[in-house]
């Protein structure tokens, strides 16, 4: 009997512990120029074994195509999820060359909810090309069995006052005094570290960053730092560690990888 009363007790202590613990999150964000790299081939196993070799949980894609002339008629993402082992959801912000474009997300955590968030964006004219701009969010069941959303998204590459709209967009879409929901928001900013649209997403976010600010883009030589992972709490998220990664020739981008620590209140 005593036993007994040992090892439920140790079992109870144990469960307490657990709760106690953080749980971890390898996140990922890559901007994958529709598949093709460097080179000027479109290769998605290439570009599989990049984001298989960074074993991460939480994906975000930007620049993927669907089903696109330019790209062979692919459903690149069908494809990634299907080389890497991840459930994939995809966010089309615009019809192109017959098929669909867009952001997208890959995930080893079950998907609990999903939405497709048009952003603000200046429509395109014969002197202006601008593109469409959406944010993918989905919601997961996280390593500690609460929800989770993770957004994936694309800044407007050539208008600085669209980036600035999106920015703000963001920010009340998803952040706003009532919404508590641990989030955490990834994707191609087109903005450096010190320009406004990076400035307004922090009166809302933390970056998870290197000291050294190390660029993404483009992938070879890279000059400047536009990709990022942003959560929303350090109450709810600590880093571990954030780093571009050395991978030159899959896309024009590098990808850039955080290992998130989920804290417990």
């Known amino acids: 009997m005593k036993i007994a009363i040992l090892t439920l007790a140790s079992a109870l202590i144990f469960q307490a512990v657990a709760a106690q613990m953080p749980s971890s999150l390898r996140v990922l964000s890559y901007n994958i120029h529709y598949g093709q790299g460097m080179d000027g081939e479109y290769n998605i196993q290439r570009l599989a074994e990049v984001i298989k070799t960074a074993k991460p949980d939480l994906v975000a894609l930007q620049e993927v195509d669907v089903g696109v002339l ?41 998907i609990l909810d999903e939405i497709i968030q048009p952003l603000p964006y200046t429509e395109a004219t014969p002197e202006l090309q601008t593109y469409p701009r959406g944010a993918l969010a989905i919601t997961v069941q996280a390593p500690d069995g609460k929800p989770l959303r ?20 963001i920010n009340k879409l998803f952040a706003g005094p009532a919404d508590k929901l641990r989030t955490l928001l990834a994707g191609d900013f087109n903005a450096k570290p010190d320009e406004e649209p990076i400035k307004i997403l922090e009166q809302s976010w933390m970056h998870a960053m290197d000291q050294k600010r190390a660029p993404s883009a483009p992938s070879v030589n890279p000059q400047s730092r536009i990709d990022y992972v942003f959560y929303r709490s350090s109450a709810d998220f600590w880093v571990i560690s954030s780093d571009v990664l050395p991978e030159a020739m899959a896309s024009d981008h590098r990808p850039v990888l955080a290992f998130l620590e989920i804290t417990h209140p």
């Open 70 to 110: 330019r790209s062979g008629r692919v459903h690149q993402l069908q494809k990634l999820g299907e080389l890497t082992g991840l459930t994939a959801r995809f966010g089309p912000t615009q019809h192109y060359e017959g098929g669909l474009f867009g952001n997208a997300v890959l995930t080893r955590l079950p």
């Open 150 to 169: 993770f957004i994936s998204t694309h800044f407007q590459h050539n208008v600085p006052a669209d980036r600035v709209a999106e920015a703000e967009a």
